[in-house]
């Protein structure tokens, strides 16, 4: 007896190693895994770590719960008002625990930019999935295994190569059209348009409005979201009746005022913002969910530099404000609590160094934050940075002090 009881604590340790880690809804879950006289200790177990578990080693990314939430709601309603749902695109979170922050526990429509987030979401009761990045011809095949185990997969083409193959596996597909030269796609009135639809026929069009990341007015937002949608409309009026058009991106969803048309808004960046969407005014600091919690590891005062244990490794390389009127280098530097540090940023990288100072004409003083002191840095790209981390470090409230649960993110392609 106690030889099978060894045996069942061995097997089960790398599983109590996650749900040290776990708490909440996700924890409870877990317990379903474990022998039945394991279940009780293993409960008191994450109870005392939900309680205090305060201090994750860094760098890790931390999702404010309440801040998701509350963006979440955001697009909903306006959405609602404009009587279009919403086809959440889940490459930003890649987590299975923000989608269910999302439908709760009702699945719905998502998008997906890999097979392997397909996979997962199928596996998690997601049945209703839009891959939407251009398909591979090698790829048809896996998504044709998916669909067999009854998911509703639709992929995108651009090609009549693409879209031979597709045929030939009897796998549904959207034309990818393009509005604004941001990447691939066909325009409107590309003859190609003729040929893939004498292959196949369509379920309908997607575009992507990719350059409304560089507006710089509610002017330039609103065309660009009135611009998508009728790019989109006229494409599918071209194909004929089809039943799916699909438009979407973070700007353009929160300042579409039209949807006529269209069937369905995507849109990803919304759940967790960045310093981006805050450059372009789509949101404020104070909206972005996700930050990297780094520590202070020394500093070079003859530079005004504080250095830190999360470099590019952490925060990801993007430099995408540098393109706006405010340049947040690296990103924001906030304290624990969401408070910027007025002209705080993170000015430089390098693999696993960190370096904070003033931004450029900043009439601030450096602030005093001692070896040890643990800050926040705000992301330029929420894409890139949570991609470089395994998993969130969740708190439910801003600001709150205590770790509530992990959320594991979906890797690989």
Not at 81 to 92: F, I
Not at 305 to 313: N, P
Request: proline share 6%; glycine share 10%.
């Amino acid at each position: 007896m106690q030889a099978d009881a060894n045996s069942a604590i061995s097997a089960s340790s790398a599983h109590l190693l996650r749900l040290a880690t776990g708490a909440g809804t996700a924890f409870r879950r877990h317990l379903d895994g474990l022998p039945p006289w394991l279940v009780p200790i293993v409960g008191w177990i994450g109870w005392v770590v939900t309680l205090t578990l305060m201090a994750p080693r860094t760098p890790y990314l931390l999702l404010d719960r309440a801040t998701a939430e509350a963006n979440i709601a955001r697009l909903r309603a306006r959405m609602a008002g404009l009587g279009t749902p919403v086809r959440p695109h889940l490459k930003t979170t890649k987590s299975v625990e923000v989608a269910r922050l999302i439908f709760g526990d009702a699945p719905g429509p998502i998008t997906v930019s890999t097979l392997a987030e397909a996979e997962a979401f199928a596996a998690a009761g997601y049945t209703d999935i839009l891959y939407a990045v251009g398909i591979s011809p090698a790829k048809v095949a896996d998504a044709a295994r998916l669909r067999e185990r009854g998911v509703d997969l639709t992929v995108l083409l651009d090609s009549v190569e693409q879209a031979e193959a597709v045929a030939r596996a009897g796998v549904p597909a959207l034309v990818e059209i393009d509005c604004d030269g941001h990447r691939g796609g066909l325009l409107p009135d590309d003859p190609a348009l003729d040929r893939i639809a004498s292959v196949i026929r369509p379920r309908g069009v997607l575009v992507h409005a990719g350059e409304s990341y560089h507006a710089r007015s509610v002017a330039e937002l609103q065309a660009a979201a009135e611009h998508e949608r009728a790019v989109a409309v006229a494409a599918a009026q071209r194909l004929g009746d089809v039943p799916v058009v699909s438009v979407g991106s973070t700007p353009t969803a929160h300042f579409a005022t039209d949807l006529t048309g269209v069937t369905e808004v995507r849109a990803g960046n919304y759940v967790l913002f960045d310093l981006v969407m805050a450059g372009i005014g789509v949101c404020t600091p104070a909206d972005i969910a996700a930050a990297v919690v780094v520590t202070v590891i020394g500093h070079r005062a003859e530079r005004g530099w504080i250095m830190t244990d999360g470099g590019w490794m952490a925060t990801s390389r993007d430099r995408g404000t540098a393109r706006q009127p405010v340049d947040q280098g690296y990103g924001l530097v906030t304290a624990l609590d969401g408070t910027p540090y007025p002209d705080l940023i993170m000015r430089d990288a390098s693999q696993e160094h960190g370096i904070l100072g003033l931004r450029d004409g900043s009439a601030q003083r450096l602030p005093v934050l001692p070896v040890g002191t643990r800050v926040r840095i705000l992301p330029n790209h929420a894409c890139a940075t949570t991609a470089q981390h395994d998993g969130y470090q969740v708190r439910d409230t801003a600001g709150s002090s205590t770790i509530a649960g992990y959320w594991p993110r979906i890797r690989g392609w």
